[in-house]
T-cell receptor
Framework: GENVEQHPSTLSVQEGDSAVIKCTYS??????FPWYKQELGKGPQLIID?????GEKKDQRIAVTLNKTAKHFSLHITETQPEDSAVYFC????????????FGKGTMLLVSP | NAGVTQTPKFRVLKTGQSMTLLCAQD?????MYWYRQDPGMGLRLIHY???????AKGEVPDGYNVSRLKKQNFLLGLESAAPSQTSVYFC???????????FGPGTRLTVL
């Protein structure tokens, strides 16, 4: 089955700095890579996703890059703000079967004012 | 729309007791999922359903059962709770053909 590794497990940055979270996956059949943000006491919420036919996708201060050859993808947050503080999860899925997601173990991002 | 709702929000059980967690969605989604979240372990899939009347095992199904008698509801049952089942449980749903999963607010379960 799929295995997703996520690093780092914790990340502390100053407000305004950039933050990068990296994930690797094992199944070459995976073709959908979402990122979820989980605030304290809430369920995860999708913030951005990318499919295997695209190398990069941006949405305002958030971007995701994908390297299918190396089987890794990354989340980039620019101009971080205190409200970006949360746990971020990467995940991978293939469109074969019933498209279940395999999640990384999460990164706790702390943005200090 | 309420989205995905979970009942109850908190529960404390004694070892050996049984309980059912309810997940409901009002988005007419085909697919529904149950995950557990433990510190440092991320989200792990317990069971899922691809439509009314169907269920399938995920990564960590042992000790749990599920039912999807109505399209909008997905029930997770613990027949004989164990301390190892202490966790936060999340339900999620999505449309068929679309990959985004919408999560509920979670149920925090403690088994003593």
């Amino acid at each position: 089955g799929e295995n997703v590794e996520q690093h780092p497990s914790t990340l502390s940055v100053q407000e305004g700095d950039s933050a990068v979270i990296k994930c690797t996956y094992s199944d070459s059949a995976s073709n959908y890579f979402p990122w979820y943000k989980q605030e304290l006491g809430k369920g995860p919420q999708l913030i951005i996703d990318i499919r295997s036919n695209v190398g990069e996708k941006k949405d305002q201060r958030i971007a995701v890059t994908l390297n299918k050859t190396a089987k890794h993808f990354s989340l980039h947050i620019t101009e971080t703000q205190p409200e970006d503080s949360a746990v971020y999860f990467c995940a991978a899925s293939s469109n074969s079967g019933y498209s279940t997601l395999t999640f990384g173990k999460g990164t706790m991002l702390l943005v200090s004012p | 729309n309420a989205g995905v709702t979970q009942t109850p929000k908190f529960r404390v059980l004694k070892t050996g007791q049984s309980m059912t967690l309810l997940c409901a969605q009002d988005m007419n989604h085909e697919y529904m999922y149950w995950y557990r979240q433990d510190p440092g372990m991320g989200l792990r899939l317990i069971h899922y359903s691809v439509g009314e009347g169907t269920t399938a095992k995920g990564e960590v199904p042992d000790g749990y059962n599920v039912s999807r008698l109505k399209k909008q509801n997905f029930l997770l049952g613990l027949e004989s709770a164990a301390p190892s089942q202490t966790s936060v449980y999340f339900c999620a749903s999505r449309y068929g053909g679309y990959n985004e999963q919408f999560f509920g607010p979670g149920t925090r379960l403690t088994v003593l």
